[in-house]
């Protein structure tokens, strides 16, 4: 059996599977050896829920381009654009495209054909032993055929991207998380928050929150951390460059570590800054974004850490959004159900909204999810939306003290 490196402590996000994900065969094999798929994010033109800024029906505005127009899952009258035949061809093309795979895959007895990596491929994973290994089925590899149809959907309002889809706990990024479309559904329903505006993303991932915000921001710049992950992020970026156009294109995906102390400016480092940068963004940036980003209780102490840091150095006050989905989880220390990243994020908020150091004051509110859903995704209950202010107390800070 080959071996892949799926294993027992692997990590899913189901925001995937509610995606056409094109043909469901994986397109390649990333740096350390994990299948790549890739997921078309639909964005639907007027959200699901009712209480919209837009009203229903209308054709949503990214950026200054209006994209085209597509049924919700739960209220497919409310967009009045597409006309009942164009749907009908479409979905025969869908059905036809789905009996072609299909096909592809049946040898000529009608056998599953499933195609496998040379024996070799995986073996430098020594750490994993066997009793850890899942087998996932892969169908089929190799380059991707984009169809015409496929080109035409992703010049209006198809958002690509690459992904995982199982991991490891330390690659979660890899993955599109339920907090990133919540946040990308408040981007889309609050364009004029962002318009024109310098914005910072924390713990990026795929970077699809990111390419929703440069779809209306002046300059986005997305960050996290590992190389294999921004590489991911950067194709995701180049996949989308017809949505980020039409704002300017100005997306930068930079390294920024929680846990380190600065920004990375060595010119020999891949996704380090140049000094011109984190001189834009302390002097431009009123923005800061950060989705599902607090799992693990000393990675949130350094993100907060991150922030204070960052809010604190900017020449203007800033926002920082947070999108988190409440995880509960039996515990074997509590005997009951619990939720420790969730408490120990509030708990960070809190301390933020304490502070009294004499140079920061922050403010917290939740924002109630009410706002349109332009994506496909399960909204539950447990997500939460955060909006810190964030504003320097003293004005006169010799700028000598921004690091
Ligand atoms: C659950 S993922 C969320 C990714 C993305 N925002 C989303 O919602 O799809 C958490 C992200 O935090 C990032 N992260 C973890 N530790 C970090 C650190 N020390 N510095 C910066 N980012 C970090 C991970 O790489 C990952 O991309």
Known sequence: MDFITFRSDTVLSDVHLFQPNTRHLMV???????????????????????????????????????????PSREDDSSCVDVPKEEEDGVKEEEEREQREVL????????DLDVLRKPKDHFRTEEDVTERDRVYPIILSKGERVVSEDE??????????????????????????????????????????????????????????????????????????????????????VELNRHILEPAGGDLK?????????????????????????????????????????????????????????????????????????????FTLRHMDISCEAYDHFRSCLEDLRNITDGKMRFTLETVQPTFPQFFTYERIEQLELWKVTAKT??????????K
């Open 393 to 402: 107390l003293d004005r006169n800070m010799d700028s000598s003290a921004i």
């Open 151 to 236: 080109e035409d959907e992703s010049a209006t309002n198809v958002i690509k991207i690459e992904h995982t889809m199982a991991t490891p706990l330390e690659d979660v990024g890899k993955q599109v998380w339920r907090g990133a479309m919540l946040m990308a559904d408040y981007i889309l329903s609050h364009q004029q928050l962002f318009r024109g505006c310098t914005v910072l993303e924390l713990g990026a991932g795929t970077g699809m929150t990111s390419i929703v915000m440069a779809s209306v921001a002046k300059k986005v710049f997305c960050t996290d951390v590992g190389h294999d992950l921004l590489s991911m992020c950067e194709r995701n």
């Open 253 to 329: 995906v930079c390294e920024l570590d929680w846990l380190g102390n600065d920004f990375c400016t060595d010119p020999n480092t891949e996704f380090s800054w140049t000094e011109d940068e984190v001189a834009d963004l302390h002097n431009n940036a009123t923005v800061l974004i950060a989705a599902d980003v607090c799992y693990d209780d000393d990675l949130t102490d350094g993100l907060f850490r991150t922030l204070y840091r960052i809010t604190s150095n900017l020449r203007n006050p800033s926002t920082v959004y947070f999108s988190i989905e409440k995880r509960l989880n």
């Open 103 to 110: 096909q592809s895959l049946l040898d000529e007895d009608g």
């Open 28 to 70: 390649r094999l990333n740096a350390v050896g994990q299948p790549v798929f890739v997921s078309q994010f639909k964005i639907l033109c007027n959200g699901e829920n009712a209480d919209s800024t837009s009203p229903p029906g209308s054709v949503c505005i990214l950026g200054n381009e209006a994209v085209g127009c597509v």
